[in-house]
């Protein structure tokens, strides 16, 4: 009887042990049932600590590269756990960095915490506060900080950015503009790297302890997007070479609709946001996404309308002498082009086949198909920015109203992003949403960029579906008018040699004493088109002269990595 029971008293106390085993292997082991958690906490608890950076993921481009180009600095950094008296440092401090930097008053420093007094630090005030720090000043150190964004920092406004007092203040780790703002939930959290010391049971410093940096126990998420880098890199360098003070650039991917560079000009510094504030040529505007009158361009748009709607034939001529009267009012033409056919229409650009084409549509099936295109509502891309455009109602419209959206004038505005989506549906025949943010964080393309045999930049597996908005007669009939344009008419200076390119200029009355726009979209190479390209250059000058070349200048570079 007492064997029995000393049997059951044994195995109850080998179970229990057993039980007790699992548990401790789940906290210690496996980091489950809050036992991550509870490490986190106990590490930080031994800490006295500040952080030396932002709390918040990079945003990356495609393989890896932040497109912020975070860097590391220098920031001041008091401990009040090695006894230094406040009123010391403080007037220390003030004599190396000026009183208006010091802030030691009150919570910040009897709080019994890290300090950081001050970031950015040039290589002087650094002399000056090791010398400080060497002759006895206890307490007071330089220590390395990550820099959110540095001096190479690509696309500025899709990115954004976070106010400098965030490295101050949490509350103000709130993103501004771009992705900085839309993912702003998904970025900020977790721990940066932080600098500290190691603290004993009642707060004092650990004997034998020294300052020291660390990551945080919890990094922030990252996010990948879309944009090449490399890419993106020479679309920004190309603007800035061919003096575009503003306007914006757009690549896309056509097979998958994403957005491999987008750039806006003029520019912002992120690290100092507020130089740029109030300055007349608007910096913090992402170009790319804002709405302007296209001109020239929006003719593709017209072209397209009037063949899908059955008002004109695809082999149909026109009379061009040289200007059209439209009521009361004669719109001229660049020149009297004779005799010619649709496709020479498109490709040279003429007013007043253009004109014509687009009274016989009539502004019900123009507008119609516009809105089917894309135009006057937003493409969906995760930019909080991004505009919608406008376009004019059909029953408000009067012929001359008509003429002046068959040249893309008058009450018209599309981006140059909408217009580089419409062009990529010329090539597949679908207009597909464009892209920012990969899929699954990028872990499908890491895959296929680590394949045997890769041995070209690697493009997302995800094929962007879209609606079919023309047929392929429609689609084949422009793309040989947009060759025409490179080949022949306004557009050879977007010609690419060898590869081949095809495209649409544009040049669009901005008002009077003023530049006119100049737009150029396009797509290269000639044979499987890899790229959409759209430049556009506020106030810049002619179509031909000014976003033709730059274009070619893009495709070129993009083509020969």
Not at 143 to 158: D, F, M, N, T
Not at 455 to 474: D, K, L
Request: proline fraction near 6%; glycine fraction near 12%; charge should be neutral.
């Amino acid at each position: 009887m007492i064997a029995g029971r000393l049997a059951v008293l044994r195995t109850s106390a080998g179970v229990l042990i057993f039980c007790l085993l699992i548990v401790c292997f789940n906290y210690q082991i496996l980091g489950k049932a809050g036992g991550r958690s509870l490490l986190v906490l106990a590490r930080r608890q031994r800490l006295g600590r500040v952080s030396a950076g932002i709390p918040r993921g990079n945003i990356l481009d495609r393989y890896g590269v932040p497109l912020h180009d975070p860097e590391w600095g220098v920031a001041c950094v008091a401990f009040p756990e090695f006894g230094s008296d406040r009123e010391k440092v403080a007037k220390a401090l003030e004599q190396v960095l000026g009183k208006e930097r010091v802030l030691l008053e009150g919570d910040r420093w009897s709080g019994g915490v890290p300090v950081r007094i001050a970031g950015d630090l040039s290589s002087k005030t650094v002399q000056a506060l090791i010398a400080l720090n060497r002759g006895g000043l206890e307490g007071v150190y330089v220590v390395p900080e990550e820099r959110r964004y540095g001096p190479e920092s690509l696309a500025r406004h899709v990115v954004g950015y976070v106010p400098r007092n965030a490295y101050f203040d949490s509350a103000d780790n709130v993103g501004q503009l771009g992705l900085e703002r839309y993912l702003d939930g998904t970025l900020k959290g977790g721990d940066a790297s932080w600098v500290g010391v190691v603290l004993a049971g009642d707060r004092s410093v650990f004997p034998g302890s020294s300052v020291r940096i660390g990551p945080g126990l919890q990094p922030p998420e990252d996010v990948r997007t879309t944009i090449d880098a490399c890419i993106q890199r020479i679309v920004e360098r190309a603007m800035d070479a061919a003096g575009i003070s503003k306007g914006a650039a757009v690549v896309l991917d056509v097979d998958t609709g994403e957005v491999l560079a987008m750039a806006s000009r003029p520019d912002f510094r992120q690290d100092k946001p507020e130089a740029s504030i109030g300055l007349p040529d608007a910096p913090f505007v992402n170009r790319a996404v804002s709405a302007f009158i296209p001109g020239s361009v929006y003719k593709t748009v017209i072209v397209a309308a009037a063949l899908e709607s059955g008002a004109v034939e695809p082999h149909q001529r026109f009379q061009c002498n040289g200007s059209i009267k439209v009521g009361d009012r004669e719109i001229r033409c660049t020149r009297a082009h004779g005799e010619i056919t649709l496709e020479e229409a498109l490709g040279y650009s003429c007013n007043c086949a253009l004109i014509e084409i687009a009274l016989k549509t009539g502004p019900e099936k123009l507008l119609e198909f516009s809105k089917r295109a894309g135009f006057g509502k937003p493409t969906g891309i995760e930019l909080p920015e991004e505009s919608s455009g406008y376009l004019p109602e059909a029953g408000e419209m009067l012929a001359g109203d008509v003429a002046n959206l068959a040249i893309g004038q008058g009450y018209l505005g599309v981006t140059p992003l909408q217009m580089a989506v419409f062009f990529r549906a010329i090539i597949s025949g679908e207009l597909g949403r464009p892209t920012l943010l990969i899929p699954n964080g990028g872990k499908d393309l890491e895959a296929k960029v680590g394949s045997p045999g890769a041995q070209t930049p690697a493009r997302s597996p995800v094929r962007s579906s879209g609606t079919t908005i023309m047929s392929r007669e429609t689609s084949e009939l422009l793309r040989k008018s947009l060759l025409f344009g490179t080949t022949t008419g306004t557009g050879q200076p977007a010609w690419v040699p060898r590869l081949g390119s095809a495209g649409k200029t544009g040049t669009a009355e901005a008002g009077e004493g003023r530049l006119p726009h100049a737009w150029f979209v396009g797509f290269c190479p000639l044979v499987s088109p890899k790229y959409v390209i759209c430049v556009f250059a506020e106030n810049g000058g002619e179509g031909p002269a000014v976003a033709a070349p730059l274009f070619r200048e893009i495709a070129l570079k993009i083509l020969a990595r």
